[in-house]
């Protein structure tokens, strides 16, 4: 089973700085069923990144996805208020089990 | 657009079963992975299993032995079935689906808080 960590618990940044969040799998994935959400307060969450890379419709273009084997990153470049909220990354499997990451907070 | 509508009793005692039923209108279930993912309050997400339109399923083995996942493809209806519960299942449920593809979850529900107590 892959166990995915994502670092930082808590990233506290100001609007328009950058954020770069971290997910490590226990061991190397295919970065083709690697998938990033956003999840804000009270609210189900919305699929960012697909594939690792690949931004799902109507994501803004300051989200972006990149990584492979065992790393993976999601970059928000210019923070906007709207951004503070939950992250977790996902992965599909081999064994056709999904995974989630415990979540990073982005908070102000 | 595809929305997803859970329903199902709020409240279930310990050692009950929890059942919930996800609504999909505007597209099919055919050619779709449809899952149940929960997260408990204040925690992360935790997938529970799918069910794939040509009867397939698969559970997360944490919670293998008591879940049933099934769908009604005539009424367009996705059920989850949780056998035996306890406090530790009280969370907010999710029905979610994605696409063969990617396997990412390009929909979901708005949610369904469960609560486990006598």
């Known amino acids: 089973e892959i166990v995915l960590t994502q670092s930082p618990g808590t990233l506290s940044l100001s609007p328009g700085e950058r954020a770069t969040l971290s997910c490590r799998a226990s061991q190397s994935v295919s970065s083709n069923y690697l998938a990033w959400y956003q999840q804000k307060p009270g609210q189900a969450p919305r699929l960012l990144i697909y594939?690792?890379?690949s931004r799902a419709t109507a994501i803004p273009d300051r989200f972006s996805g990149s990584g492979s084997g065992t790393d993976f990153t999601l970059t928000i470049s210019r923070l906007e208020p709207e951004d503070f909220a939950v992250y977790y990354c996902?992965?599909?499997?081999?064994?056709?089990?999904?995974?989630f990451g415990q979540g990073t907070k982005l908070e102000i | 657009q595809v929305q997803l509508q859970e329903s199902g009793p709020g409240l279930v005692k310990p050692s009950e079963t929890l059942s919930l039923t996800c609504s999909i209108s505007?597209?099919?279930?055919?050619?779709?992975?449809w899952s149940w993912i929960r997260q408990p309050p204040g925690k992360g997400l935790e997938w529970i299993g799918y069910f794939y339109y040509s009867e397939r399923t698969n559970y997360n083995p944490s919670l293998k032995s008591r879940v049933t996942i099934s769908a009604d493809t005539s009424k367009n209806q996705v059920s989850l079935k949780l056998k035996s519960v306890t406090a530790a299942d009280t969370a907010i449920y999710y029905c979610?689906?994605?696409?063969?593809?990617?396997?990412?979850?390009?929909?979901w529900g708005k949610g369904i808080t469960v609560t486990v107590s006598s």
């Open positions: 594939g690792a890379s």
């Open positions: 979610a689906r994605a696409a063969g593809d990617t396997f990412s979850v390009d929909v």
């Open positions: 996902q992965h599909f499997g081999s064994s056709l089990l999904y995974s």
């Open positions: 505007g597209g099919s279930i055919r050619n779709y992975y």
